[in-house]
């Protein structure tokens, strides 16, 4: 005759199983955190065991948008509640760990896990950030009688580090906009200081090396565009004095 644990549904012996671990091994959660960069495949664990040591592994997410939960059990027994293609997979050697496809944004959030094992539970906390790439780009500009070379990283995360090829003192300047970050340097071009070979250096941890800009003409702004304006406001005024002078001719000619 089956005993009266047989008849339990599994999520109950579940949560007894965990309880009676936490209670032997203690609840000591480890705490992590993780970065992953945007467009990439991420990959976290819960534990070094292997699936033929392993009852139970539940993973709880809490994401900007959502809570959502994805578990699996030696049972056969699994639930997923993001259905966004998280998935559980297994290592060559067997051990579990969460993948995660095409991270984005809406990936970032505070991932906890449970690994029930045979002999004890392990618990982490993983606080998961996104590693996003600038737009970078770098310009001399002419104004109030001095010329200024730019550098800017835009909206990446974490923010950039810009430096000059030339070894004089810069301003960078750093804002934060909806948790993306964008840095500005300038670097003002005294006389005499050669610019030929001025350059700035960019780095993010998204890239494998450094990007190396060259300043362009002022972004924008340049003579060729001034040159434009000046002449479609010259136009214009020959345009109106001709119109103006024609209609002088027609009041003369209706006066006689």
Not at 31 to 49: I, P
Not at 99 to 112: Q, R
Not at 225 to 238: G, N, P
Request: a positive charge.
């Amino acid at each position: 005759m089956p005993s009266p644990m047989h008849r339990l549904p599994f999520n109950y012996l579940l949560i007894f199983n965990c309880f009676t671990c936490v209670c032997i091994y203690g609840s000591g959660q480890v705490v992590r955190n993780s970065s992953f960069k945007m467009g990439h495949d991420a990959k976290l664990d819960c534990s070094d065991k292997t699936w033929n040591e392993t009852m139970f592994v539940m993973w709880n997410i809490k994401l900007k948008y959502k809570q959502c939960r994805i578990s699996f059990s030696n049972e056969g027994q699994s639930g997923d509640s993001c259905s966004d293609g998280k998935t559980l997979r297994n290592t060559s050697s067997a051990q579990s760990y969460l993948h995660i496809p095409n991270f984005s944004d809406a990936d970032v959030g505070v991932y906890k896990c449970e690994s029930v094992y045979i002999g004890g539970l392990k618990s982490y906390e993983t606080n998961v950030d996104i590693i996003v790439p600038p737009s970078i780009s770098s310009w001399i500009e002419h104004k109030d009688n001095k010329t200024v070379a730019v550098c800017k990283a835009e909206g990446g995360k974490p923010a950039a580090n810009i430096r000059w090829s030339h070894m004089a003192n810069s301003s960078p300047v750093e804002r934060v906009s909806h948790g993306f970050f964008t840095v500005e340097s300038r670097l003002e071009l005294h006389e005499g200081m050669d610019a030929k070979n001025l350059s700035c250096v960019i780095r993010h941890p998204y890239w494998n090396k450094e990007n190396i800009l060259v300043p362009q003409p002022e972004k924008g702004d340049g003579p060729w565009l001034r040159i434009v304006i000046v002449a479609v406001i010259t136009m214009c005024l020959i345009g109106f004095l001709a119109q103006k002078k024609r209609r002088c001719q027609r009041c003369l000619h209706l006066d006689r």
